[in-house]
């Protein structure tokens, strides 16, 4: 019978495109199918993620249950991978003996032959080295489903902000060089893939060599993406402020295929902050960036990560963050409470904020950006909007799902002549928004004879 694999994923989008690389590759190589639950599978793998304490206690927790399945099976087999597993190592078959392998984000592909040498020599494998960019060399093409594909254009992070983990895990900054992107998306579009999300930690850092030797650098690459017949929107994720230089800001203008929502993690609004996190910027510069994309696209939204409660944030400094967040007019966003992750430079500052103080400033911060989130999507209504169907809906089968060019999921309600495809755009008619999605019909249902 065809053996089955489960992959569980924790953390970031890099981490999902990683794991559907990993079943693509499992496919493809050990013949191995998707399993539907961790019940039905031969293999069990934790992509896992350590930004965060809770994250990576979760690994664990799940690693006690998955131990269950083993005893009342023990031919499972259970592999570790992703962030917690890099920075672990050796260290997670001594804390749960009866995982069989540990691999890193940039070993994935070497999963079919860490599977053979344990069916072989039936002892554990764990290879979390960094060998630079093999990786990509070595896997699969990816199988496409919906309109919308990822593409790791860069991986690893070098900027070491003080309370962060990624660097460690992940490795440096590394590019992948411009005409593999360009192949891989050139395939995607073939496939019918009509938007592109690029993916890196530091997605903006991206240089690549070209031909002749000189050096491409994001502006230029998304430039050379827009050329692609088929592909119609390009995203990014995650740029980093300090790398959006003057060309990319006017990309924005030569290449309307950039989509008119930019997300620019800015962490913090206090530049006392900025400075004690090493993020290498200045409210004033953030602010700076934010105006001139907008004076090209009065449109833009703009959502971020933030992190509340870092060592030594005081109320003025929270009330300089709430206000930036005002000034901006922050899109939804991701917010956390600063947790101090082991080996990082932060990690040494006393925790000097109580818990319920840094409780109340998280909802407080929450509650201003789901305002503004709010505020967004009922200007929406009783607009046009061109959206890029991507399925059926998940909660109403008889209703298409898709996105607008502004990263928003629209429920959309057809009749069996309206001229809606999926994969297809089509311009619909916003009928009514929730806190978090839109309602809409297609324009051309509304026009009655
Ligand atoms: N490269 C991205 C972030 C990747 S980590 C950037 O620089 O913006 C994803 C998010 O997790 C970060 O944006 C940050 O908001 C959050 N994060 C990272 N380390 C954290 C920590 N120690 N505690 C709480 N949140 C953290
Ligand atoms: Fe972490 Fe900073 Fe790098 Fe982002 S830029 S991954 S927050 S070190
Ligand atoms: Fe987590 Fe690693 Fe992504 S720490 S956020 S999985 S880069």
């Known amino acids: 019978m065809q053996k089955k694999v489960f992959i569980r994923t924790f953390g970031c989008q890099m981490n999902e495109y990683d794991s559907a690389r990993m079943l693509d590759l499992l496919e493809a190589e050990s013949g191995y199918a998707r399993a539907e639950s961790p019940e039905d599978a031969d293999l069990i793998l934790l992509n896992t993620c350590s930004v965060r304490e809770k994250a990576q206690e979760k690994v664990f927790s799940d690693l006690g249950r998955i131990r269950k399945l083993k005893n009342a099976r023990p031919g499972l087999l259970i592999g570790v991978s992703g962030c917690v597993a890099s920075q672990e190592g050796e260290t997670i078959i001594r804390r749960a003996p009866y995982v069989n392998l ?26 979390i080295s960094f060998p630079e960019i093999e990786k990509f060399d070595h896997l699969p093409p990816a199988k496409v489903e919906v309109p919308v594909a990822s593409v790791t254009i860069m991986e690893g992070c070098s900027h070491f902000c003080s309370y962060c983990i990624v660097p460690y895990t992940r490795g440096k900054e590394i590019s992948r060089p411009l005409e593999d992107i360009l192949v891989e998306i050139a395939g995607l579009a073939d496939q019918g893939v009509k938007e592109i999300l690029l993916l890196g930690q530091n997605v903006n850092a ?39 230089s003057h060309r990319l800001i006017e ?5 309307p295929k950039l989509v008119s929502h930019l997300y620019l993690p800015a962490q ?109 999507n009922a200007a929406l209504v009783d607009t046009t909007q061109r959206v ?18 502004s990263n928003r999921v629209v429920h959309i309600t057809v009749k069996d002549t309206s001229p809606v495809a999926i994969g297809d755009f089509a311009d619909i008619y916003i009928t009514d928004a929730t806190n978090y999605a839109l309602r809409g019909i297609p324009a051309a249902d509304r026009i009655v004879a």
Not at 112 to 117: L, N, W
Not at 229 to 242: Q, Y
Not at 251 to 255: C, D, K, L, Q, T
């Open 102 to 127: 540990v691999f890193g984000p940039q070993t994935f592909h070497r999963l079919p032959a860490m599977i053979k040498a344990y069916e072989r020599t039936g002892s554990p494998q764990v290879d």
């Open 251 to 255: 990309a924005y203008s030569r290449v």
């Open 388 to 405: 890029l169907i991507e399925g059926r809906s998940q909660k109403n089968p008889g209703q298409f799902q898709g996105k607008t060019g």
């Open 268 to 376: 913090h609004g206090s530049d006392r902050i900025l400075a004690a996190m090493k993020r290498g910027y200045t409210t004033l510069e953030y602010k700076s960036i934010i105006r001139r994309l907008k004076a090209i696209r009065p449109d833009l939204l703009v959502s971020s990560d933030f992190i509340v409660g870092f060592p030594g944030e005081t109320d003025a400094d929270f009330e300089a963050m709430m206000r930036f967040i005002d000034e901006i007019g922050f899109d939804n966003s991701f917010s956390f409470l600063y947790s101090p992750r082991p080996g990082t430079p932060a990690a040494a500052l006393p925790m000097d904020i109580p818990l319920d103080v840094r409780k109340e400033r998280l909802q407080r911060l929450q509650a201003k950006i789901d305002e503004h989130t709010r505020r967004y």
């Open 206 to 244: 991206w240089r690549g060599i070209m031909d002749g030797g000189e050096k491409a650098d994001f502006a230029l690459l998304v430039e050379y993406i827009a050329d692609i017949p088929g592909i119609e929107r390009i995203r990014f994720v995650t740029s980093h402020p300090t790398e959006f």
